[in-house]
């Protein structure tokens, strides 16, 4: 059984999803704990009001940081992407990752032409190739 609370009346450690947002931290891997009632939004269409007649409400105590990624994380990440489809013949970045076993693009492979909406022209990995 689930309890319900009214707005103004909850405890203070059972927080909406909106708020746990605003705290920085994520549900932890637990579902709500309870119900949050709101008497002045309950006869009010849906769309008019942000918090509907009932929200689910979490437990803060449970709650857990949540893992933002570093810069330096996505560089790195953005790093390896960038290798795995990036062609090395002819610079292109791909939007898809390029086939190991060619090792290049299929344009550079067999020179079946590639889409260009599948492609970024000059990525920054092959920025010194402008410069040259
Ligand atoms: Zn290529």
Known sequence: MVSEYDRGACPEHLVTRRQ???RDVSPGGHGPVAILRCKRCRNRPQWSCTHP??????????AKPK???TLAQEWALDRAMAARQTCPDCGRRFFT???KKLG???ECF?????????YIAAAAPV????AA
């Open 127 to 130: 920025a010194h190739r402008l």
């Open 97 to 99: 990752c390029l086939s």
């Open 104 to 106: 290049c693009c299929l």
């Open 110 to 118: 067999d020179g079946t032409p590639v889409d260009p909406s599948n």
């Open 53 to 62: 007649g009932r929200a689910w409400l979490f437990d803060l105590h449970l």
């Open 67 to 69: 893992r933002i990624p």
């Open 20 to 22: 746990l947002r605003d």
